[in-house]
């Protein structure tokens, strides 16, 4: 094989520009520490957008990705195969789902999610009742189906005609829902919290608020758990503390700890609505992706892992609020579990790229949700003490910004 001399600049010149990545390129990683082409050492906060739930190359993952790469990759479902089974098995077993669809990414699972909800109305009710209820500042993937059910116009932009029957309400809002909710509604789509649109966690009376909307006009209640999902909130899905059960539910992300791989789940009788023929991929179930996940979430469905994520957050929070009380930066700091975002104040609004890139300089990853919020979304498992470091690495960084 050919070998490329590859570095950050190449990416300008080869890369379609609808990224900017940060300066430097990391080539290896090993929990929550990474190491760019310089040797330089980071601790991950970001986790790959809330994906490494068990941090980079954790060894069961590996032996596994391993032991199946030998053994199978891919088929189709022209046949199915058993690590797609048993992964549908254990996630059935974990949440109130009884049948999933498997995809490849966060995305792909709400085109399946809103696809369904319209299939499943003009099944039981008529091709009239199609219209999906969002949220502004929601994020639900970039498809244009997505993008148009998704709370953020500025990702519509230039790509008219979106699809029609979305209407975006404010979010967290009953009596705004209750006024626009119809026997036309067919779906209501909702993130337990909004990753993207800035750490913004539901309401407990709005979920509930939801549920009975939707149980009075027939219409299906979709969480979007891609990013809040698989033990990130402390528990396995973020649905399961609230006394509210959808009746779909897309998940990703940490799904497949760092393989691709997504899925929507849902009810016997509402999965019926996609009989044979009327949806599909063909990637959706590989073996490969599918033995990975169903490695990742075993590790991830243990009482300890998950009781010790609300541990970590607290850690988090501690940290976060000391840096607050030297420099005064964050108004609020919010989120549960591995999901924590600290919001900026007017001050520094517009300024969480220059966070992201002094905390980088610091040594430190993480991310941000929108331009006023910083937002991390480690390892499960990230150990205390590099949270600790972590932390050190963005007081430094903040304190270089302040004082600038
Ligand atoms: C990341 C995300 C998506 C999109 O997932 P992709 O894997 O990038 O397609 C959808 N919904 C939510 C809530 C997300 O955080």
């Not at 082409?37 to 957008?49: N, P, R, S, W």
């Not at 932390?391 to 600038?404: E, P, T």
Request: proline letters at 5%; one cysteine or more.
């Amino acid at each position: 094989m050919t070998e490329y001399s590859v570095s950050r600049a190449t990416f300008d010149d080869v890369m379609v520009p609808n990224y900017a990545p940060q300066k430097v390129v990391p080539v290896r990683g090993k929990g929550s520490r990474i190491w760019d082409q310089e040797g330089k050492e980071y601790i991950d906060f970001a986790g790959g957008i809330a994906v490494n739930a068990l941090g980079h190359c954790h060894p069961e993952l590996v032996k596994n990705l391993k032991s199946q790469a030998d053994k199978l990759w891919h088929l189709s479902n022209v046949y199915t195969n058993e690590p797609a089974l048993a992964l549908a098995q254990a996630l059935t077993e974990v949440c109130f789902a009884e049948k999933v669809f498997f995809c490849n990414s966060g995305t792909e699972a709400n085109e399946a999610a809103f696809k369904l909800v319209r299939k499943y109305a003009y099944d039981h009710t008529g091709p009239e009742k199609h219209e999906i209820i969002s949220f502004n500042s929601s994020f639900h993937g970039r498809s244009l189906f997505a993008v148009t059910v998704g709370g953020q116009p500025k990702y519509c932009e230039g790509y008219a005609p979106v699809p029609a029957g979305v209407t975006h309400l404010p979010f967290n809002d009953v009596e705004a829902l209750k006024a626009a909710i119809s026997d036309k509604t067919c779906a209501i789509v909702l993130e337990p919290i909004q990753g993207e649109g800035g750490v913004i966690p539901a309401t407990p009376e709005f979920l509930q608020a939801a549920r009975e909307l939707c149980d009075q006009h027939n219409a299906l209640l979709v969480f979007d758990e891609v990013q809040t999902g698989v033990g990130r909130t402390g528990e396995f899905y973020a649905y399961m503390n609230t006394g509210v059960v959808p009746d779909i539910l897309t998940t990703a992300k940490s799904l497949g700890g760092g393989f691709p791989v997504g899925a929507m789940l849902t009810t016997t009788e509402v999965a019926n609505s996609f009989g044979f023929g009327s949806h599909g991929s063909t990637y959706g179930g590989n073996a490969l992706a599918c033995s990975v996940a169903l490695a990742a979430i075993t590790l991830i469905n243990d009482d300890q892992l998950l009781a010790n994520v609300s541990g970590k957050h607290q850690l988090f929070r501690r940290e976060l609020e000391s840096i607050n009380d030297e420099f005064g930066v964050f108004t609020e700091i919010r989120g549960k579990g591995l999901l924590i975002g600290a919001e900026l104040t007017p001050e520094w609004h517009g300024k969480g790229k220059e966070f992201l890139a002094a905390a980088a300089e610091e040594g430190l990853m993480m991310l941000v949700a929108g331009p006023n919020v910083l937002r991390m979304a480690p390892s499960l498992i990230i150990p205390d003490d590099d949270i600790r470091q972590g932390m050190a690495a963005l007081k430094r960084a903040v304190a270089k910004i302040v004082q600038n």
